[in-house]
């Protein structure tokens, strides 16, 4: 068992607060994603779990234990930093052995670890050769196979494929994900590319500004966001959200946007004020109907689909269409909703407001 237990985690640096009272639970053999822009949090989440960091305050159990204020040696994790941390005098064979060795394990033991590993990671024509001629996804197996040969609880990952192009960083996620689901180890991976962790993520994390935003599956992140910086981080394009000021009550069905009554997926909870009305690009169609009239400002074509740039009374919209529909620059056309995936917030707080989409997914830490 390898599950990580986090409890009202923190982090100062002195007057800055890196990580703000944070909560999760990793399940024993999940791949998860620690996501969000850069200073966010995650990094300093990361280092906290592996030891490298000791929180302020709050708990950290692995298998049950608090593993807090242990020195990393004691905590059985393993850390894969994203510029490799390889030991360029050594060749590969050596860098793979050393941490084997530095536990006093017999060279014969050595060996049989080194040819499992490097036949798992497809790096046995390398062994002898020098780590700095290397490629860089080649040095990134090299760093992987030296946090695997010591079959730790745990891997961090402190995105790991960070220094690759952008083509090869597709191919080493999808041999990374593959790794881990034959290794059946518990992977808590840091990144900033939000389809990096939707693809790879068994449950993400998302953190901004210390906090955590939301922790869920993808599929809950992506369809039921808890929040508007959730719902704008995740997503290409990324939600459009309408302003309107009204009265929400608990049962309510539509809401009225200017002279324009919108369906909305039955909402339960009452709230008032200025609120956001949150629609994904793929969840608006266009018509010859009455609808929200728009004028079409641009189109971005990408292949099977594109991208309409619409000019509303509510302010600039995207919608995701059919490559295929007939639609020009300069067209005024109608917009309408996919009413059941439409999520409301509150402005000033940023929160979304509980409905039959998203209830259940809260609380969401």
Do not use: W
């Amino acid at each position: 068992m390898a599950e990580i237990v986090i409890k009202n985690l923190r982090k100062d640096f002195g007057d800055f607060t890196a990580v703000k009272e944070s909560s999760f639970t990793i399940a024993d053999g999940e791949f998860f994603m620690l996501l969000g822009p850069s200073g966010c949090g995650k990094t300093t989440t990361l280092r906290m779990i592996a030891g490298l960091e000791l929180p302020s305050s709050g708990e950290i159990y692995l298998d049950g234990e608090e593993i807090s204020q242990k020195p990393p040696s004691k905590r059985d994790i393993a850390f894969v930093f994203q510029m490799f941390a390889l030991y360029p005098h050594m060749n590969v064979r050596r860098n793979i052995s050393y941490p084997l060795a530095s536990q006093g394990m017999s060279r014969r033991d050595i060996r049989t670890k080194i040819a499992e590993v490097s036949k798992i990671l497809g790096i046995e024509h390398i062994l002898d050769k020098s780590v700095g001629g290397l490629s860089g996804g080649d040095r990134q197996r090299v760093a992987l196979g030296r946090a695997i040969v010591l079959e730790p609880k745990a891997f961090m990952m402190d995105e790991p494929l960070g220094a690759l192009d952008a083509e090869f960083r597709e191919h080493m996620s999808e041999e990374l994900r593959a790794l881990h689901d034959r290794m059946g180890a518990t992977t808590v991976y840091v990144t900033h590319d939000q389809l990096e962790a939707m693809q790879m993520g068994d449950k993400i994390v998302v953190m901004n500004n210390a906090v955590v935003e939301q922790f869920g599956t993808p599929r809950d992140i992506y369809d039921k966001p808890a929040t508007v910086f959730v719902a704008d981080f995740i997503g290409s394009p990324s939600m459009n959200f309408l302003p309107f000021h009204g009265s929400i009550s608990s049962g309510q069905t539509t809401v009225q946007l200017n002279q324009h009554t919108v369906a909305v997926p039955q909402q339960l909870h009452d709230t008032s004020g200025d609120l956001l009305l949150g629609v994904r690009p793929e969840h608006i169609s266009i018509s010859d109907s009455d609808g929200i009239a728009c004028l079409v400002l641009a189109l971005e074509y990408l292949g099977t689909t594109q991208i309409a740039v619409l000019d509303s009374e509510f302010g600039e919209l995207k919608a995701r269409l059919d490559s295929a529909m007939p639609i020009n620059v300069g067209e005024r056309v109608s917009v309408h909703f996919d009413s059941s995936t439409i999520t409301l917030f509150e402005k000033t707080s940023g929160r979304a407001i509980r409905s039959s989409l998203n209830d259940g997914v809260f609380p969401h830490v």
